[in-house]
């Protein structure tokens, strides 16, 4: 496991999934399981596998079976061990043992900037990762590890972006930007889901950031906006005035799982490249003779 100059990560899981409804109705949209695993736990192995120590998840009503889920789990432990289980027991207990966990329950879904300031008092005068559940990215280097190695470089915030077609632009945050060097750019702006004639490129934000204390007085300063919600990304904005800030192109391939199509993909995908279910499952999608 690499050290990092980066070991706290923020998951803001609070939100209310309208985009899987019914779902989501009474169960976190971030346990939904691609194959057999849950959204949060990939999350989570890629924050711990670029040097993350300490997870602070960000939790609302109706969330406790992600508590549950990084905890042990004594009866079916039990169980396992007297059934002779043992690798499947193994897997079970190495997942309470992933990071130290804490939550932090935002009381109304106030967006995302307002949950990654529900967790300012346990961050302190550090740097900090924040990654959203919607956004898995199956890529060779850990997403996160790609941009901290930026952060260490630089040692300034670090936002991950990936190129989307023209006409999706209005369904992400923008950079503005100037490239840098070869995938990395210093942003000068950002702007939230911009007309496509109106987007100053093709860089959306997805999600993964590395951030420094400074968001927080930026968060205090930004007005709530639609629906009431307090956007990280107006207080990227006013933090992008004040400093300097990168945009990451990452390498690999990102799923928007919190959307039902995009989960669909991720889930043939990932059942595709499984080594116990791959084969079976390609001969399946091979007799559907779409
Ligand atoms: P999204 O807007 O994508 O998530 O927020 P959502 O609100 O759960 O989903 P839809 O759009 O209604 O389907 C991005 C991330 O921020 C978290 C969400 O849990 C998600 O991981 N979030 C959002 C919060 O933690 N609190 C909020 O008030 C809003």
Redesign the pocket.
Known sequence: MPSSSVIKAI??????????LPA?KASP??MLPLVDKPLIQYVVEEAVAAGIREIII?T?RGKRAIEDHFDVSFELEENLRDNGKKVLLKEIQAISDLADFCYVR?R?????G??VLCARHLIGNEPFAVL???DILDAPVPALRQMIEVYDRFRCPVVGVQPVPKSEVHRYGVIKAEPVESDLYRIEDLVEKPLPEKAPSNLAVI?RYILTPEIFDALDKTPPGKNG?IQLTDALRILARQKTMYGKRLQGTRYDA??KLGFLKATVEFGLKRPDLGKPFRQYLKSLKL
Not at 11 to 20: E, Y
């Open positions: 998951i803001p899981a609070a939100g209310l999934g309208t985009r899987f989501t949209k971030e960000i609302g935002q109304h879904a106030r967006g995302l307002h949950a959203l559940g919607d999600g919600e919190g959307d």
